[in-house]
């Protein structure tokens, strides 16, 4: 978690001046990382199966090294100004490097609590993550700000790509997948296929998985366009569009929050009996704060609602987390987890390109306003899962073992 999120978040708090940069307009720059969307949403299967018939640790080393290529060719775009269709095709592959990520590593993490007898909560763990993670995309936002300022917008990328290479020798020497038998009885296409169907049984088919799956792509979808736009919106605010630092300050406001709600996450949860009690005021804070954000003129006003948002998405992301591994079971566990990133993946897909417009159109205030309006579309959702009264609404512990999931069944 620390080396991912600090190579990711190197370009975090630069990406979209980058993508400005090269040369493409507000649509352009958001249609792109809605490629990139779209690369997640057209490899999270394919991804998913490798995870669970071949291992978790190998698709997080296939993650590491297409992500490390796919960065320097990012690189490579920008010195060339190249055309928007290049932008696409790699930013595609982009996705797929994450995909191999987004299942596989919350799948290994949970197989290994149960076989080495964890008892305590998800939220937890998962909280314990994000504080992690929000110190590496602190460290690295702030630091690819600060870089960017004295190099150019380039120099972040490179950083980034040898990042990634370092945390492939160190998955490769300490990385094994505890509680987990890959299923290699059969063909990749076959195993596509079986895998799938249990994805859709115990993702889709299942109604309480299936209307928490259905929040992501308005929640989700609309939170990458939100961090993206935060760049450009706060420098606008700012009255220098040059300050990459301050940019930089947008995804370390975010980070910080990261590290405050995870914290909080598992004490949040403590006040409520349910866990959807949770996501629907997370929901709700979101969707009201993003509104906030888009009417406001003051940059540290604006700053302030960021932050907000952030511990609002940070608390939701351990809880969701927490309630849809707790519903799933293990041998189908990276490839619905994927299918929920997929899901968030569709909605990015849409809705970048969309609020991009209206950035172009109306200004990025306005495309905050919507961001909110359509975020909030995820609360009835939430209520018809929190409606089928799973026991994953009120659990406090790991599921204690597999065993027990198969007589379920």
């Known amino acids: 978690m620390l080396g991912n999120t600090l190579a990711a978040s190197f370009i975090w708090g630069i990406n979209t001046l980058f993508l400005l940069d090269a040369g493409l307009s507000n649509f352009e720059a958001f249609s792109a990382n809605a490629f990139f969307t779209a690369g997640m949403l057209i490899f999270e299967i394919p991804t998913g199966v490798i995870a669970d018939t071949v291992g978790r640790r190998a698709s997080y080393l296939l993650g ?15 010195v060339w100004h190249s055309p928007f269709w290049a932008w696409a095709l790699v930013s ?12 596989s590593v919350d799948a290994w993490l949970v197989d290994a609590l149960k076989v080495t007898g964890y008892t305590g909560s998800l939220e937890t763990v998962f909280g314990r993550a994000q504080i992690v993670g929000g110190v590496a995309m602190l460290s690295g936002s702030v ?17 980034r790509g040898l990042i990634l290479l370092a945390m492939f020798f160190v998955a490769a020497l300490l990385m094994r997948d505890l509680g987990f038998t890959p299923d290699r009885s059969e063909g990749p296409l076959r195993a596509t296929r079986t895998v799938f169907r249990a994805s859709v049984r115990y993702g889709l088919g299942d109604p309480p998985v299936r209307w928490l799956m259905l929040t992501s792509p308005f929640i989700a979808g609309v939170g990458i366009y939100v961090f993206y736009a935060l760049q450009p919106y706060l420098l606008e605010l700012w009255g220098d569009e040059q300050a990459y630092s301050v940019a930089g300050l947008a995804a370390a406001l975010l980070s910080g929050a990261s590290i405050l709600g995870g914290a909080i996450a598992p004490w949040v949860r403590k006040l409520f009996r349910r866990r959807t009690s949770t996501l629907v005021l997370s929901a709700v804070l979101s969707a009201v704060v993003l509104i906030g954000l888009g009417l406001v003129h003051d940059f540290w006003f604006a700053a302030l609602l960021v932050a907000l948002w952030g511990i609002a998405s940070s608390v939701d992301d351990p809880v969701h987390r927490a309630y849809l591994n707790d519903m799933i079971p293990s041998k189908q566990r990276a490839t619905v987890l994927s299918f929920d990133s997929l899901m968030g993946s569709g909605g990015g897909v849409v809705f970048q390109p969309v609020l991009g417009r209206v ?13 909110g309006a359509i975020s909030a579309v995820a609360l009835p959702f939430l209520l018809l899962s929190r ?18 999931e198969g007589l379920a069944d």
């Open 64 to 78: 590491t090294i297409t992500l490390a290529v796919t960065t320097v060719m990012y690189w490579l775009l920008w």
């Open 92 to 103: 595609v592959l982009l996705g797929l490097g994450f995909t191999f990520f987004s299942g």
């Open 143 to 159: 630091l690819g700000g600060v870089i960017a300022q004295a190099t150019n917008l380039g120099v972040p990328f490179l950083i």
């Open 359 to 371: 950035a172009d159109v109306q200004g990025y205030g306005a495309s905050m306003i919507w961001s």
């Open 387 to 404: 409606g089928e009264r799973s026991p994953a609404d009120t659990a406090r512990e790991v599921t204690p073992t597999d065993a027990q």
